[in-house]
């Protein structure tokens, strides 16, 4: 009686062990980093020629790593308080970096950081000599 | 009579799995549906920082781009004009993956103007530039 119970059951360990590899391989595999990063658009071929050149304001970045924010030289770090009043005056205004090919890409990174801290967050990369 | 006593106990001898292999089941869901798919991209690079940096939930591209302007991709080095073919693999096979150039902070723009410009011919919908969290790492 208690024999023919115990063969009713599946033989599990053969299965456990399968399931047991599955589950290391994929905790092996697993990867839990996240890269953190920031939005740029890039200019389009059609619609930069018209409307949208009109509502950015420019901020070029040299590869001397000087920024000039409307053509006037300020501080990496004033860019912030240069965007919020730009904002405040015009709110759907973007801003329009150009960035030297030269110019070391952490400053634009620093550049575009200041710029979402300042509120705005059209933000469009584009490259010049 | 003596091996019908035998055999209960010779069936308690071993421990009852079921409970276990219910967690262990559970376990492995829990690894398969949070598999991430991350072309990781093979180098370290030194991110500038920036605060309102966010996370990007999609972006599995991961395109590094070292200070002397190497391009680096799924664990190997790549040439500009080659990066649209090995792009346009990854978007046919995983189309709502978006890319993040992790461009150390010494790279030139232009490199990376040029390597946005590929992701975006591919047609992949987002690019982001890598920027680590204030603090973080």
Same mark, same amino acid.
């Given at each position: ?22 589950? =290391?391989?994929? %905790?092996?595999?697993? &990867?839990?980093? !996240? ?50 009043? %730009?904002?405040? &005056?015009?709110?759907? !205004?973007?801003?329009? %970096? ?13 550049? =575009? ?9 059209? =933000? ?6 | ?10 069936? #308690?001898?071993? $421990? ?12 492995? $869901? ?26 990007? #939930? *999609? ?5 590094? $781009?070292?200070?002397?302007?190497? $391009? ?36 030139? *723009?232009?490199?990376?103007? #040029? ?12 690019? *982001? ?9």
């Amino acid at each position: 009686m208690s024999e023919s119970e115990g063969s009713h059951g599946i033989d599990l360990a053969p299965m456990l062990d399968f399931v047991l590899n599955l589950l =290391i391989f994929f %905790i092996i595999t697993a &990867v839990f980093v !996240k890269e953190s990063g920031l939005l740029v658009n890039r200019p389009g071929g059609a619609v930069t020629a018209g409307g949208n050149d009109a509502s950015s304001v420019s901020l070029q970045i040299l590869a001397s790593g000087e920024v000039l924010f409307e053509d006037r030289v300020i501080d990496i770090r004033a860019i912030r308080a240069n965007v919020e009043r %730009i904002h405040a &005056v015009s709110p759907t !205004k973007g801003v329009m %970096i150009i960035a030297e090919r030269e110019a070391p890409s952490g400053y634009v990174v620093q550049a =575009i950081d200041q710029i979402h801290l300042g509120g705005v967050y059209n =933000i469009t990369f584009a490259t010049g000599q | 009579m003596l091996s019908r006593r035998h055999v209960p106990e010779s069936e #308690d001898h071993g $421990i009852d799995l079921a409970p276990m292999l219910d967690f262990v089941l559970n376990l492995l $869901i829990f690894f398969i549906i949070t598999t991430s798919f991350v072309k990781d991209p093979g180098v370290s690079v030194t991110r500038e920082q920036a605060l309102t940096a966010e996370h990007r #939930d *999609s972006g599995n591209l991961l395109v590094a $781009i070292r200070e002397n302007g190497e $391009i680096w991709m799924d664990r190997k080095q790549v040439q500009v004009h080659e990066l649209r073919n090995v792009l346009e693999k990854m978007h046919i096979e995983r189309p709502e993956d978006t890319a993040v150039i992790v461009a150390d902070k010494a790279a030139k *723009s232009g490199v990376v103007a #040029d390597v946005m410009d590929e992701i975006l011919r591919v047609g992949i919908r987002e690019v *982001s530039i890598a920027a680590a969290p204030e603090g973080g790492r």
